[in-house]
């Protein structure tokens, strides 16, 4: 299993961004696909994840309202709407795939995409 992520880049304050996080190799129809970010010098955190069957989602407190987690199983993607984002945001996201559980925590994840950098400027 492969897990490519996109999306990232440098915006000001304010803007927004949407990354991507397509999975190959296999498909998934229980468990969760999630986001982490990991600033410098920061351990990596919980951002959002959503369960591939229904539409449950959870978010980290400090982007709820900003940002809006959301997948399409037919293209085995999932994605990571960033809006009013923050110079806080700058971090390197990495995009998960837990085949169980709902992927509040690092240790549910089985696959991991590389990271994408998240910069934003004041």
């Known amino acids: 299993v492969q897990l490519q992520a996109s999306g990232g880049g440098l915006v000001q304050a304010g803007g927004s961004l949407r990354l991507s996080c397509t999975a190959s190799?296999?498909?998934?129809?229980?468990?969760?696909m999630g986001w982490f970010r990991q600033g410098p010098g920061k351990e990596r955190e919980f951002v959002a994840a959503?369960?591939?069957?229904?539409?449950?989602?959870s978010y980290a407190d400090s982007v709820k309202g900003r940002f809006t987690i959301s997948r399409d199983n037919a293209k085995n993607t999932g994605y990571l709407q960033m809006n009013s984002l923050k110079p806080e945001d700058t971090a390197a996201y990495y995009c998960?795939?837990?085949?169980w559980g709902w992927g509040l925590a690092r240790t549910e994840y089985d696959y991991w995409g590389q990271g994408t950098q998240v910069t934003v400027s004041s």
């Open positions: 998960g795939v837990a085949t």
């Open positions: 190799g296999r498909t998934f129809s229980s468990g969760s």
């Open positions: 959503i369960r591939w069957s229904g539409s449950s989602a």
